[in-house]
């Protein structure tokens, strides 16, 4: 049996990982935990979430004539435990049966439904229909919308995933729920050192933050993420803190960029996150506060597709969207002020309000520019001086002359290669680059 969950937390507190980590402590003894649970990252853009729209599923062999009994639990526990007085709370438990998962349909429609909820918007009614067609044992609490992400964490143990990291998550022993954490931070920092790569987005170097814990009262005392279980194990036991209660390792999609979209400009929209191509428009700005921005997109849309233009229209021919690195992607932001119009990038990030928020870019080609200087007098070497309108250029103190300008090309500060934000400012689905393996990445620490 495989079950989902979601949607059972508030700013306030709790955390479906946490319901998680309860739920197979109680059923334990009903059958056998088969894997990890999962930790899955739906499409960061949804207005609904709490913190980082996650939801979880785990998979247990029943003990015969059990299943009644696993499921009672897990739903009395999210009656329990679920913080169902905030507004925003709208739990949802869905149980995939043996019998389901033998049918072939259902795990077609599972699979579709899973890659929605990662990059595009869902309704309630979705999984509605799905759960009525497959006729799957569930339960929605209030307007049920935790249905949605309990039936998406389903579908990644059911259908898989194509990519996947791990995080082992440590719990506060529920007497210091509420109180500040205690970490020691060069414990923390240490512990990166030893085990990055095989650990990453432990701590943010460039702004020596530690970005694992989070500051919120929910039961978390910190998650290490990685690639490579060892480390991730090496890590925990450097780590100096008050001590945790439960620890569990989750496979997760975070860092996977398994929500992006490799589409064209003309057919970006609202709350999903894409992977585009196109030229750097102008030259970007920064506004107060520090957010960076740039005009970015295609000339010539006729010529490249036969659709409409739907995003950011800017004069006949050319397609064009707003390009976003906002203050909190810190040192990333100098990487897009050295941008120049013409250069050639790929740009990665979600669409909101009419803005692309970058998560990523890949300068692939850098374009050439040229500055004019009055020419250089061949006595003594200093810049001429204008001689009037249509008169050339006159050294006052030589009396030479001269009628061209030099032009001088622009020596560019920014290498070509793929930047992206720091781990403080990093969504939990992004890739972090060091994952990727290519050599034009410049990976931030
Ligand atoms: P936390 O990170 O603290 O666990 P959260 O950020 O995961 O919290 P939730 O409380 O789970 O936030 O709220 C997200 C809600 O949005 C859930 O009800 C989930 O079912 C729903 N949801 C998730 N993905 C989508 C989607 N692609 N389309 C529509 N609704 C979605």
């Known amino acids: 049996m495989i079950i989902g969950i979601d949607d059972t937390d508030s700013v306030d507190g709790m955390c479906t990982t946490y319901l998680t980590a309860v739920l197979i402590d109680q059923i334990k003894e009903l059958g056998t935990i088969k894997g990890m649970p999962r930790l899955i990252r739906l499409n960061p853009n949804i207005k609904y979430k709490t913190r980082g729209n996650a939801a979880l599923s785990l998979e247990i062999e029943a003990n015969p004539g059990l299943e009644q009994n696993i499921m009672d639990t897990a739903i009395s526990l999210v009656e329990e435990m679920a913080d169902v007085d905030c507004d925003n709370t709208n739990p949802g438990v869905v149980f995939l049966q043996d019998r389901n998962e033998q049918d072939e349909k259902l795990r077609n429609a599972l699979e579709i439904f899973m890659w929605r909820a990662m990059q595009d918007v869902l309704t309630i009614g979705d999984a509605r229909t799905l759960i009525d067609r497959f006729e799957l044992a569930h339960k929605g609490f209030k307007n049920g919308r935790g249905l949605i992400g309990a039936l998406a964490a389903c579908g990644a143990i059911a259908c898989g995933l194509p990519d996947h990291t791990y995080e082992m998550v440590a719990y506060r022993l529920p007497k210091n729920f509420g109180t500040l954490r205690s970490i020691d931070h060069d414990s923390v920092f240490r512990a990166d050192e030893v085990t990055y790569p095989g650990t990453w987005d432990t701590v943010d170097i460039a702004n020596n933050i530690v970005v ?22 090496q890590a925990f036991d450097l780590i100096e803190s008050e001590t945790p209660g439960r620890a569990i390792l989750y496979m997760t999609n975070q860092g996977t960029d398994l929500h992006l979209l490799d589409e064209h400009i003309s057919n970006l929209s609202e709350e999903r996150s894409y992977c585009v191509t196109g030229k750097v428009h102008d030259t970007p700005r920064t506004i107060e506060g520090g957010h960076t921005f ?15 233009v739907e995003v950011g229209e800017v004069g006949e021919g050319t397609c064009t969207i707003e390009c976003a690195a906002f203050e909190p992607t810190k040192g990333f932001r100098l990487v897009v002020r050295q941008l120049m119009p013409g250069d050639r990038v790929r740009v990665y990030g979600s669409v909101q309000n009419d803005t692309m928020n970058l998560e990523k870019i890949d300068i692939i080609e850098l374009s050439s520019h040229e500055i004019a ?3 250089i007098c061949p006595s003594c070497g200093k810049h001429m001086k204008s001689a009037g309108r249509s008169q050339g250029y006159r050294c006052k103190r030589c009396g030479t002359a001269d009628s061209i300008i030099n032009l001088t090309s622009v020596d560019r500060t920014i290498k070509p290669g793929i930047y992206e934000v720091p781990p403080s400012a990093r969504r939990h689905i992004s890739m972090p680059l060091v994952r990727s393996g290519d050599k034009r990445a410049f990976p931030s620490r």
Not at 212 to 233: C, E, K
Not at 294 to 306: A, K, L, M
């Open 212 to 233: 694992f814990a989070p500051h919120s009262p929910d039961p978390v005392l910190f998650g290490i993420r990685g690639d490579n279980i060892h480390a991730i194990r």
């Open 294 to 308: 740039f005009t970015f997109g295609i000339d010539d849309v006729e010529s490249e597709v036969d659709g409409a």
């Open 373 to 375: 200087e009055n020419p």
